[in-house]
């Protein structure tokens, strides 16, 4: 199983972006998909997560700029980012609880991609 993330890049602030994170392999469910970040010399920090059922949770810090979104069909999580500020620069990574061929659930991660943001 691998988780393939995308959509990074350098933007002013004001701008937006969106990330994309496909999950391959052999799949045979997935619960939570979520985002983390992590900047440099902070700790990885949850951004927003999703479940199988559409539930959604978001940090404080990105409530009403970012929008996390699933689907399922597609093993893939998405995130809007809108109205990014200098502060979001990090590295961001995805997330899934995933059940795989003769495993147990498990968390997995993808490789991460770099979001900057300009003043």
């Known amino acids: 199983v691998q988780l393939q993330a995308s959509g990074g890049g350098s933007v002013q602030a004001g701008g937006s972006l969106k990330l994309s994170c496909v999950a391959s392999g052999v799949i045979l469910g997935i619960r939570s998909m979520a985002w983390y970040r992590q900047a440099p010399g902070n700790q990885r920090e949850l951004v927003a997560d999703i479940s199988s059922g559409g539930s959604r949770n978001y940090a404080d810090s990105v409530k009403g700029r970012f929008t996390i979104s699933r689907d399922n069909a597609k093993n893939t999580v998405y995130l809007q980012m809108n109205s990014l500020k200098p502060e979001d620069t990090a590295v961001y990574y995805c997330?899934?609880?995933?059940?795989?061929?003769?495993?147990?659930?498990?968390?997995?991660w993808g490789q991460g991609t770099q979001v900057t943001v300009s003043s």
């Open positions: 997330n899934a609880d995933l059940l795989s061929f003769g495993r147990t659930w498990r968390e997995y």
